[in-house]
T-cell receptor, first 109, second 115 residues
């Protein structure tokens, strides 16, 4: 059974700061997903990656398969980035997502 | 842009009652999922569904739960006799392909409150 650990649990930043959220997992995966959950509860997929690095606007996600570790970076953070960011993995067998606890990000103006 | 829809957005029920949560996945998607999130906790997998049968299910998905695709568009989760601990947000998701390397698209969720 995969354990997905995220850090930090809570993060408060000032607008414009560079933000990093970390995720580690315990067993082999076929893909790692970064998701965003807004206060209303809805979940949006940000990235799915199985190797290397992906970039979308101010968001960058990286993964190191050997170290079983991924990071989500937000450059030039903005108050609208305030949300819960969730790391989830799909194991090599099956397609179910196993979720981390999430990181609550608050960006102050 | 196509999206997953769920109804109702909020359901309040009495303990012991049956509830049916409804989802309309994206139209060309073939794999469907239910997840739940108890308030303050992480999201948990319940069940996946492909080709009109369950592909995987978790320990949570016991005999009180069932899923169905009654027609070409709807995907439902039924809880036969609700318990207080079933109170949670229930999310439906869908993917075009299976195998774990496809983006999962989530619906907005149904908040279930069991009194």
């Amino acid at each position: 059974k995969n354990e997905v650990e995220q850090s930090p649990q809570n993060l408060t930043a000032q607008e414009g700061e560079f933000i990093t959220i970390n995720c580690s997992y315990s067993v082999g995966i076929s893909a790692l997903h970064w998701l965003q959950q807004h206060p209303g509860g809805g979940i949006v997929s940000l990235f799915m990656l199985s190797s290397g690095k992906k970039k979308h606007g101010r968001l960058i996600a990286t993964i190191n398969i050997q170290e079983k570790h991924s990071s989500l970076h937000i450059t030039a953070s903005h108050p609208r980035d305030s949300a819960v960011y969730i790391c989830a993995v799909t194991e090599t067998s099956g397609s179910r997502l196993t979720f981390g606890e999430g990181t609550q990000l608050t960006v102050n103006p | 842009e196509p999206e997953v829809t769920q109804t109702p957005s909020h359901q309040v029920t009495q303990m012991g009652q049956e509830v049916i949560l409804r989802c309309v996945p994206i139209s060309n998607h073939l794999y469907f999922y239910w997840y739940r999130q108890i308030l303050g906790q992480k999201v948990e997998f319940l069940v996946s569904f492909y080709n009109n049968e369950i592909s995987e299910k978790s320990e949570i998905f016991d005999d009180q739960f069932s899923v169905e695709r009654p027609d070409g568009s709807n995907f439902t989760l039924k809880i036969r006799s609700t318990k207080l601990e079933d109170s949670a947000m229930y999310f439906c998701a869908s993917t075009r392909q299976g195998g774990g390397t496809d983006t999962q698209y989530f619906g907005p969720g149904t908040r279930l409150t069991v009194l």
